[in-house]
């Protein structure tokens, strides 16, 4: 055993760049693994960061409709309570540029108690409230130049004024997540009222054992049955969520996985070729075929424990900085809840599962070296011809069968999920004999054609195992990186769409068109829309589900920010989102009713009929949009709407203009350029991930299609040889691997594209089912593109073995014998 492991640590050392490739493949997959299976079990952890950010350790908010008292939380579960009053108050702001022009500004106040504030982590622990003293968010102290110890009026009921003190300036992180506000206590925030006294309605609530939160809701919606009780993390739609992306979770590591394994395989094939001296040097000297199969499958096995390792720690080392910048509001001090390490058993599975699958993958050509007679090793006699496996090809019909039952039930996600495996697996093993046909017929034509060195090429290509196993390898690998390259040009086409199509943006502050109507009047503008929308519990029909209403305006010129054929709308009619219909079954045509602010004090009922879908919603990409006329959607919400869309000629000085003069009616104004900067910036991490998982795809395909070429020349080089002494110059020889490389490559791809176009198809229906907002776009002119560019990478895979053969020295090959 001395022998076999110091043998198995000098072969590992030896072959520096194979054992980087192998390390670096199973480092991805048990990356990928750790990503579906932990990341997708930490969501919980992720949404309580994200609330955590705004909310600090509170699990329930209720809100009552009468105020509450002392005796509010009496018989619940062990909890701390943080009552809060919330008002808009009123202060006076100057204007830089002209300071004898003074108008009146909005600012929130909340009035709570700092010190269940703080062990709530709403507050950090050095914030200064009490003895009329406000903290006040950086980007408002900022903005009119405060400064700790500055003084500042806040004006309360009926404008009484009351002056305090700035303790503090606070960055993003807490309740200042919730914008420009201001904190004061609330025994100060009983100044701000007429009657001295505050009526309380609004309550935060954090259970000290989370394992009874749910009892605490409970309790709450018993004790108070007309107060809105908020879960932040038991709720249908949190748990709908999480559903969801740990599907989606799913997806990925799949796909990455069947990418994996299928390069994996050829690399582990490669490696078996080359130690094939090893297995009859160890025979020879007596050692069991149990302790040379033991030899073959330890070396492998240290590959995957490595890699896993790496993968492991790397995934280790990303998660809290993902955690922090994805899921934390805020800036570097912003209150970041605990990270918890992926639990024991999860890095336990991944390690195990990489080591077996780094064992498996070569487990046929490691049983079949370790039956090869020892004369057969000796004298390196090569099986290279291929001979279709009769149990693969039963195999392949029968998964082939699978998918195609399977397709029919698209509202499935397991059935989707089949099929889309079972389909590329079943590809993989029966495109020999596509392969293999395609060579007979282009072998004949050449023939015809007089071209005997493409001939030669073409039998080769049909016959040879190398050259079959790359082209199966090209067609699954291609076919899998088209289904990532489509995923992610339609999720760039989505995001490149220009939902506004104006020269400034401005998002407003909850007033009335006619406030800013004088826009229209200013110098360089050439044309004002509104663009009406809110979030909104609706009931649509006895289904109850946060919407994204919108107000249609017949004549908007300005915005293209949903997918909808339609040019008008009455005021019975309504657009639903495709994602909502699919979900609840509702067709165009059908009546439908709806009940807007249902959580509201006057919920309003009316009855439509569903004149379209909504194909997709480019602002809110959601997939919960809801369409009525303008008209009726003054009539729910008012004249209230989110943004103002500008035309003009020099948008940079008509939007300050527009700043300078808007006060707070204008709450952010971009020009066009500014607004899709900001979006790019967003979801460029995003499109990066994407591009890089093709980069990965291509590059470990030509690895393991580089892998085949050189295990096949392994045993074609006395063939080489023989024909180079008689009849063939390696000119030649180069030229024929060259052809024959192209057409297995070019029929790998071939079939590539519509294997890959319609995987993708399967792809965009798992989608659906999951909820993910992205019409898929598949355009066939693109995928040929790709295909072809595909083609060149895989082409260039000929240079390794024309390379090698020009290093091959004939004489000894032909004196092995």
Same mark, same amino acid.
């Given at each position: ?216 809701? $409970?309790?709450? $919606? ?40 299928? %390069? ?82 999860? %890095? ?22 370790? $039956? ?32 195609? %039952? ?33 060579? $007979? ?103 109850? %589900? ?272």
């Amino acid at each position: 055993m001395r022998l076999i492991f110091k043998h198995l640590f000098k072969n590992i050392w030896a072959h520096k760049l194979r054992t980087f490739l192998l390390i670096l493949i199973i480092a991805i997959c048990s990356f990928t693994a750790m990503i579906s299976f932990d990341m997708s079990g930490s969501l919980n952890g992720m949404i309580k960061s994200v609330v955590s950010n705004t909310l600090g350790t509170a699990d329930i908010e209720v809100e009552t409709k009468s105020p509450v008292d002392d005796s509010f939380a009496d018989g619940a579960p062990d909890c701390n309570v943080l009552k809060m009053s919330v008002m808009a108050s009123a202060f006076d702001r100057h204007i830089d540029f002209d300071s004898s022009y003074v108008n009146r500004s909005q600012l929130t106040v909340f009035g709570l108690d700092p010190e269940t504030a703080k062990k709530m982590n709403l507050l950090l622990g050095d914030t200064k409230l009490g003895d009329k003293k406000a903290a006040i968010a950086e980007s408002f102290a900022e903005e009119f130049g405060y400064k700790v110890g500055d003084k500042i009026v806040f004006h309360g009921e009926q404008d009484k004024p009351v002056e305090f003190t700035v303790g503090s300036i606070e960055k993003k992180q807490g309740i200042f997540n919730n914008g420009e506000l201001a904190v004061i206590s609330l025994e100060d925030m009983k100044e701000l009222t007429l009657s001295g006294e505050l009526e309380i309605t609004d309550v935060l609530i954090d259970v000290k054992d989370d394992s009874k939160v749910d009892d605490a809701e $409970k309790f709450f $919606k018993e004790k108070y049955p007309t107060a809105e009780v908020t879960n932040f993390l038991e709720s249908k739609e949190v748990k709908d969520a999480i559903k969801s992306v740990t599907r989606l979770f799913l997806v990925l590591f799949a796909v990455c996985m069947l990418l994996v394994i299928f %390069v994996t395989i050829s690399v582990s094939e490669r490696m078996i070729v080359d130690k094939m001296s090893v297995v009859g040097t160890f025979r020879s000297l007596g050692i069991s075929s149990k302790k040379t199969t033991f030899a073959l499958m330890f070396e492998n096995a240290m590959y995957g424990l490595l890699g896993s390792i790496i993968g492991v720690l790397i995934y280790c080392l990303i998660k809290k900085p993902f955690f922090d910048n994805a899921f934390v509001i805020g800036d570097a001090d912003a209150i970041k809840p605990p990270v918890e390490m992926p639990k024991a058993y999860i %890095v336990a599975a991944v390690i195990i599962g990489a080591m077996l699958i780094e064992c498996l993958c070569p487990i046929k050509e490691a049983i079949k070296a370790i $039956k090869t007679p020892i004369r057969d090793i000796i004298f390196n006699t090569k099986e290279t011809e291929y001979r279709p496996s009769k149990i693969f090809t039963v195999l392949g019909v029968i998964l082939l069968a699978v998918a195609v %039952v399977s397709f029919f039930f698209k509202d499935s996600f397991v059935l989707n999920m089949t099929c889309f495996v079972c389909f590329i697996a079943g590809v993989a093993m029966l495109f020999n004999y596509v392969e293999r046909f395609i060579a $007979k017929l282009l072998a004949g034509l050449f023939e015809k054609l007089g071209f005997p060195i493409a001939h030669l090429a073409a039998v080769e290509a049909g016959n040879k195992k190398s050259t079959v196993g790359s082209s199966v390898l090209c067609v699954t690998a291609a076919a899998l990186a088209i289904v990532i390259y489509i995923f992610s040009n339609s999720l760039a086409s989505m995001y490149d769409h220009a939902a506004f199509k104006c020269d400034v943006i401005c998002a407003l502050g909850g007033c009335k068109s006619d406030m800013v109507s004088y826009v229209e009047q200013l110098d360089g503008a050439e044309k004002v829309e509104f663009f009406y929308y809110t979030l909104d519990n609706l009931k649509l029909n006895d289904e109850e %589900v946060d919407c994204y209403v919108y107000g249609f305006n017949d004549e908007a010129e300005l915005l293209s920010a949903y997918d909808v054929d339609v040019d008008h709308l009455e005021k019975d009619e309504v657009c639903i989102d495709r994602m909502l219909m699919r979900k609840y079954g509702f067709n165009e045509g059908d009546r439908i009713k709806i009940t807007f602010s249902v959580k509201g004090y006057l919920p309003i009922e009316r009855e439509f009929t569903i004149k379209a879908k909504v194909k997709i919603d480019y602002m809110a990409a959601t997939g919960n949009s809801v369409i009525v006329s303008e008209e009726v959607y003054k009539e729910l919400y008012n004249d209230f709407p989110g943004f103002m869309l500008v035309k003009g000629d020099d948008p940079k000085a008509l939007k300050k203009t527009i700043q300078d003069h808007s006060a707070d009616f204008v709450q952010v104004a971009y020009t066009k350029s500014e607004y899709d900067l900001n979006m790019a910036l967003a979801r460029a991490s995003i499109s990066l991930i994407l591009n890089v998982l093709i980069i990965i795809g291509v590059g470990l395909t030509f690895i393991g299609v580089v892998s085949n070429q050189l295990i096949g020349l392994e045993g074609r080089k006395r063939e080489c040889a023989v024909m180079t002494s008689v009849a063939m110059p390696r000119k030649k020889l180069s030229k024929m691997f060259l052809i024959e490389n192209m057409i297995s490559a070019g029929a790998a791809l071939f079939f590539a594209v519509p294997v890959g176009m319609f995987m993708s198809y399967i792809f965009g229906r798992i989608m659906d089912v999951l909820g993910q907002v992205m019409p898929l776009q598949i355009p066939a002119a693109k995928c040929v593109i790709y295909a072809i560019f595909l083609f060149g990478i895989f082409t260039l895979v000929s240079l390794f073995p024309i390379r090698a053969l020009k290093k091959m020295d004939v004489v000894s090959q032909l004196k092995y014998e």
